[in-house]
C-alpha cells in the first residue's frame, strides 16, 4: 500500500506558540465565490497562495449551500467559471419545453412572474459538480488550499497607527495550526476575520431609518438552508394547481394543517408591513423551488422563522438552533409534499445543504463605506474598482441605478493588510441586501481582491497604501 508523507517546513511557532504549518504572500480565509476568485487570481498574479476553508470544496453558499443558481458570465474568472461549468457538463438548464407549466407558477422561485407559458431559460450549476471544477482549478493554479480548516483567530502587530495580522489560527484534526501571510484576505462570508482581527462592523439586523420595520424591531433577515428533492413529476403537480384552482396548493397545506401533518413555523402567512419582511425572505408562504441538475430534481429554499430573529454568525446558541429546527422543517416539508401534493408522491430528499447560508450577517465599516445613496445619485469615484456598473435595486422599487464602487469598500477600518470580498464588503445592509451579494458579483470583487494583494506584494506595501487608480472590470 503507498503511503504518503507529509513533509513540512520548520516554520516555527507563532508569539503565542502556536505551530506555524504554512506561510505565504497571500493568505485568504474562506473559499466561496470571494475567497476562491482571490485565491486564483493572486497565484496567477505570481503569489504564493493558501486557503483555509471549513468545507471539502470551494464554492460557499453556492456549493456546499446548494445556491446553484447560474447566469451569463459578467467577466474575469467569473466568465471563466461558467464556461468551465458548462464544458464540464455542471450546468442543466430549464426551458419551457421541459417544464411547460413553469413560468408564472407561484411555486416558481424566480420565474413567478413571468407570463404563464412564456418561453424562460433557467440556468443551474449541479452545487457538487461545480465545486469539483472549481477544486480542480484551484490545484492547476498552484494555491495551497487547506479543507477541513476551520479559521478561529488572529495573530497581530502594530502597523503605524494601524495593526496587521501577521497569523491566521485554524483548527484542523490536528489542532490549533497558524498560517503565516502578507496580506490577508475576508472571505468567510460573515466577516469573521474582521471580528476577530477588532475592525469594526454593523452587526447583522443593523439598519438604516427608513427600513426599519413597522413594528420597530430589528431582525436579521433570515438565513436559509436549502434542499433537493427528486423524482417530482411536476406535470401532474400543475394539472392539479389547474384542475382544482389551487395555484399556490393552498387546499392542500390547509387540509395538512388541519391534520396536525404541518409545524405552525412551515407556510406562514406574509407580515402586513410593506417593507423586506413583507415582501422578501420571510419564511415560506407556500412552496418555493427552482430545477436544478436535471429533470424531476428540484432545489427547495428554507428560511428560519423570522420572528425568531436568529444571528447565526455570533451566536452558538442561535446557530444550533437554526440548524435544528431547519432540518426539522425540511423533514416536515418533505412529508407533506409526499403524502399530499400529486406529482410528488415518489419525490425523495437528495441532499441536505452542508450549512445554513446567513443573508443579513456583520457589515465591515471600512475606508467609505458603501450606501444606497452613493447607487442612487450614481456617484463616481476615483479609486473605482470597476467601469459603472448597471444594477436593478429590488427593494427601491426595482429602480435601475448606475454607479462605482471605491477600492475603499474592500479596506476594514484599523488594519492595514486585510482585503474583504464577497458578502463581506463594507456596504450598508441594504445595498448588500438587495443587490450586491449575488454570485457574479461576490466572484468580481474576490479578483479585484486578489488583484489587489498581488499588486500590494510587488510593490511591498500593505492594501491601504495601494493607490488603485484604473477599473480592473
Ligand atoms: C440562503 C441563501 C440564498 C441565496 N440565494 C442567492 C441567489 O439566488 N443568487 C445569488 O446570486 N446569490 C444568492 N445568495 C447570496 C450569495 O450566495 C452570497 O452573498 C455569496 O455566496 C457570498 O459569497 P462569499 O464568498 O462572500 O461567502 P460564502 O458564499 O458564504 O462563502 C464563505 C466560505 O467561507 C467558508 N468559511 C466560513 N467561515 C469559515 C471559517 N471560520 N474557516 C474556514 N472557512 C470558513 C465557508 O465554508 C464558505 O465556503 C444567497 C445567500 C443565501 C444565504
Redesign the pocket.
Known amino acids: 500500500m503507498e503511503s504518503e508523507t507529509f513533509e513540512r517546513p520548520a516554520l516555527g511557532r507563532t508569539p503565542r506558540g502556536v505551530p506555524v504549518v504554512a506561510e505565504a504572500d497571500v493568505v485568504v480565509?474562506?473559499?466561496?465565490?470571494?475567497?476562491?476568485a482571490a485565491a486564483l487570481r493572486a497565484r496567477r498574479e505570481g503569489c504564493s497562495v493558501v486557503l483555509?476553508?471549513?468545507?471539502d470544496m470551494?464554492?460557499?453558499?453556492?456549493t456546499?449551500?446548494l445556491?446553484g443558481?447560474a447566469g451569463a458570465g459578467v467577466g474575469g474568472i467569473h466568465t471563466e467559471l461558467m464556461d468551465r461549468f458548462a464544458r464540464e457538463g455542471a450546468i442543466y438548464t430549464a426551458t419551457e419545453r421541459d417544464l411547460p407549466d413553469w413560468a408564472g407558477n407561484p411555486l416558481s422561485h424566480y420565474d413567478y412572474y413571468l407570463p404563464p407559458g412564456s418561453p424562460f431559460k433557467r440556468s443551474s450549476f449541479n452545487p457538487d459538480g461545480a465545486g469539483n471544477v472549481m477544486l480542480r482549478m484551484l490545484e492547476e493554479a498552484g494555491v495551497h488550499a487547506i479543507y477541513g480548516?476551520?479559521?478561529?483567530d488572529v495573530e497581530m502587530e502594530p502597523a503605524g497607527d494601524q495593526r496587521r495580522i501577521t497569523h491566521a489560527i485554524?483548527e484542523t484534526v490536528e489542532g490549533r495550526q497558524a498560517v503565516r501571510g502578507r496580506v490577508f484576505v475576508e472571505?468567510?462570508?460573515?466577516a469573521?476575520v474582521v471580528a476577530r482581527a477588532g475592525c469594526p462592523f454593523v452587526r447583522g439586523g443593523g439598519r438604516q431609518p427608513d427600513t426599519v420595520p413597522q413594528d420597530g424591531a430589528s431582525r436579521p433577515v433570515p438565513?436559509?438552508l436549502?434542499w433537493i428533492m427528486g423524482g417530482i413529476d411536476f406535470a401532474a403537480t400543475a394539472a392539479y394547481q389547474k384542475r382544482e384552482g389551487d395555484p399556490e396548493l393552498q387546499r392542500l397545506i390547509e387540509r395538512a394543517r388541519a391534520a396536525g401533518d404541518i409545524p405552525p413555523e412551515l407556510y406562514r402567512p406574509r407580515l402586513p408591513s410593506p417593507d423586506v419582511y413583507g415582501t422578501h425572505y420571510i419564511g415560506h408562504p407556500t412552496v418555493d423551488m427552482s430545477p436544478i441538475q436535471g429533470p424531476g430534481t428540484f432545489i427547495l429554499?428554507q428560511n428560519v422563522p423570522y420572528e425568531w430573529a436568529l444571528h447565526m454568525d455570533d451566536d452558538a446558541g442561535h446557530a444550533s438552533r437554526a440548524k435544528k429546527a431547519l432540518r426539522q422543517l425540511i423533514d416536515a416539508e418533505a412529508r407533506f409534499l409526499t403524502k399530499y401534493v400529486p406529482g410528488f408522491e415518489r419525490a425523495f430528499i437528495t441532499h441536505v445543504g452542508r450549512?445554513v447560508?446567513?443573508?443579513d450577517g456583520r457589515h465591515p465599516i471600512g475606508e467609505y463605506v458603501f450606501s444606497i445613496d452613493d447607487a442612487r445619485s450614481g456617484r463616481r469615484f476615483e479609486d473605482a474598482v470597476t467601469q459603472p456598473m448597471t444594477k436593478t435595486f429590488f427593494w427601491d422599487r426595482y429602480t435601475r441605478y448606475s454607479f462605482e464602487v471605491p477600492y475603499r469598500c474592500f479596506l476594514p477600518r484599523e488594519v492595514d493588510n486585510l482585503l474583504l470580498?464577497?458578502?463581506?464588503l463594507s456596504f450598508t445592509f441594504e445595498t448588500i441586501f438587495m443587490v450586491m451579494?449575488?454570485?457574479?458579483w461576490?466572484t468580481q470583487t474576490?479578483e479585484i481582491a486578489g488583484y489587489a494583494a498581488a499588486r500590494c506584494i510587488r510593490q511591498g506595501i500593505p492594501p491601504k497604501q495601494l493607490s488603485w487608480r484604473e477599473p480592473l472590470f
Open positions: 480565509i474562506g473559499a466561496g465565490p470571494g475567497g476562491f483555509l476553508e471549513k468545507f470551494p464554492g460557499g453558499v453556492h456546499s449551500g445556491q443558481a480548516a476551520s479559521f478561529t485554524c472571505g468567510s462570508g460573515t469573521e438565513g436559509g436549502l429554499w450549512y447560508g446567513v443573508r470580498t464577497g458578502a463581506s451579494r449575488n454570485f457574479p461576490c474576490g
